[in-house]
């Protein structure tokens, strides 16, 4: 590792995350971790924690990523979310990964080649996303009839994602329902595993009777991403109008009321590359956005937006010695400047994100979802593993 600026992530609070989540939602049989977008960001060597706490499946959006995992691991069941081009069958194959047939088509040209080993798949329907999947009862028992006939092919799942919480919207019920009329030609009772449910599902939902697998992704590192009310007017009012569309819909049962002890297992650091002593009425940074209207002192911290930290950035805080300090000026490729005082040295470590300065506040600030903000970490950035305070692996590409 060359440079001091990486992301931290601790296992002992993955693992932490995964047995209270398995203790708490004890009636699947198949917990499926996601670990698209590098593990949110956290990079695939928390597979290895997550398996060892229970999670007994993973899935990934792309076949470089179920080779990342079989690095790790050679024997976890890794189900690939898109469909892989077919072109790369023996690759497939031969790291043992497990593929969704979207539509006929697909499942036609899969047939057509010419294979020996068996290939697990996984229906995939599409219940009101329309993105992936089948969306036509006649179209699946003709799938599952072609599939029973080509000994080959091992149908181990069926699944569909929701395009919606399903907190006071009638989209969730209708993709719910809209699913049992896709499949209702087949009999679901023989197919070993149905998964329907992502984090915010498991958190608001009642267990759907005939799922026994749940995808479970933001959880897993640490985020309770269900909507909460506090005793403010507009929330009050939000409160009011989500009970008139529960009543006025018959939306099923949901629950906001879910507290679980989850613990954010990322951090984001830097360092001091230098510290200037700015005087009033100079500019700092790119395109003279920031002129000092007083003598300041001011930090160049060798992060940018090469490293998942773009110009958003800018006027939010960072933390030094457990102490807010704001970006200024225009946040470069690899840098970026820092307000600061005379207490702080060079030698001090900058947290761009993490205790002190949330995630979830980063992400407000610059107008994303959490999820874009861990997913537009680079892998490029080194990943520093903790267990027990200690160091335990580096991950570098």
């Given at each position: ?7 931290e992530?601790?296992?002992?609070h ?9 203790k708490?939602?004890d009636?699947?049989?198949?917990y ?8 949110y ?9 997550m ?5 007994n ?8 990523e ?7 691991d050679?024997?976890i ?6 469909p892989i ?6 690759d ?26 068996k290939?697990k798949?996984h ?7 329309h ?6 009862k006649?179209?699946?028992?003709e799938?599952?009839?072609?599939i ?11 699944f ?11 989209n ?18 023989k197919?070993p ?12 939902h009642p267990?759907i009777?005939f799922?026994?697998?749940i995808?479970?992704?933001?959880i897993?590192?640490g ?12 929330d ?5 109008k ?10 099923s049962?949901?629950s906001?009321?879910?507290d ?5 297992s990322?951090?984001?650091y ?14 700092v940074?790119y395109?003279?956005s920031?002129?000092?209207?007083n003598?300041i002192?001011?930090a160049t ?14 006027g ?7 102490k ?6 225009e ?12 207490t702080?040295?060079q ?5 761009i ?11 407000y ?6 999820y ?12 520093v593993?903790?267990k027990?305070?200690?160091?335990v692996?580096i991950?570098?590409?």
């Amino acid at each position: 590792m060359y440079r001091n600026t990486y992301v931290e992530v601790n296992l002992d609070h993955i693992n932490n995350n995964v047995k209270k989540i398995l203790k708490k939602y004890d009636d699947y049989q198949y917990y499926i971790g996601v670990v698209k977008g590098n593990a949110y960001g956290h990079g695939m060597y928390v597979v290895k924690e997550m398996i060892s706490s229970g999670i007994n499946y993973l899935a990934v959006s792309c076949l470089e990523e179920a080779i990342d995992i079989r690095y790790y691991d050679k024997k976890i069941p890794i189900l690939c979310l898109e469909p892989i081009s077919l072109k790369y069958i023996d690759d497939i194959i031969s790291n043992q990964v497990t593929i969704i047939i979207p539509n006929l088509e697909y499942l036609k040209a899969l047939l057509k080649l010419n294979f020996v080993s068996k290939i697990k798949i996984h229906l995939k329907i599409d219940s009101g996303m329309h993105r992936l999947g089948f969306s036509c009862k006649d179209l699946v028992k003709e799938a599952v009839t072609l599939i029973e006939n080509d000994k080959r092919i091992i149908l181990e799942g069926i699944f569909t994602h929701f395009a919606t919480t399903g907190i006071a919207d009638k989209n969730w019920d209708q993709q719910l329902n809209n699913f049992k009329e896709i499949t209702s030609l087949i009999d679901l009772s023989k197919i070993p595993i149905v998964h329907m449910g992502r984090s915010l599902t498991l958190l608001t939902h009642p267990k759907i009777p005939f799922c026994n697998g749940i995808r479970l992704g933001i959880i897993l590192y640490g985020f309770n991403t269900t909507p909460k009310y506090s005793n403010s007017f507009l929330d009050k009012l939000r409160q009011i109008k989500a009970n008139y569309l529960i009543k006025k819909y018959d939306i099923s049962e949901t629950s906001t009321d879910n507290d679980i002890d989850l613990i954010q297992s990322l951090e984001l650091y830097s360092e001091i590359l230098q510290i200037k002593k700015v005087k009033k009425g100079e500019y700092v940074g790119y395109g003279t956005s920031f002129r000092a209207l007083n003598d300041i002192i001011v930090a160049t911290v060798g992060i940018g937006y090469a490293d998942g930290i773009g110009r958003k950035h800018s006027g939010r805080s960072v933390v030094i010695n457990k102490k807010r300090y704001p970006i200024i000026g225009e946040v470069g490729m690899n840098m970026l400047s820092v307000l600061i005082d005379d207490t702080v040295k060079q030698t001090d470590i900058v947290k761009i994100m993490g205790d002190g300065i949330s995630i979830r506040e980063v992400s407000y600030y610059i107008g994303n979802s959490t999820y874009e903000t861990l997913a537009m970490l680079p892998k490029s950035l080194p990943r520093v593993y903790i267990k027990n305070n200690k160091k335990v692996y580096i991950e570098e590409i």
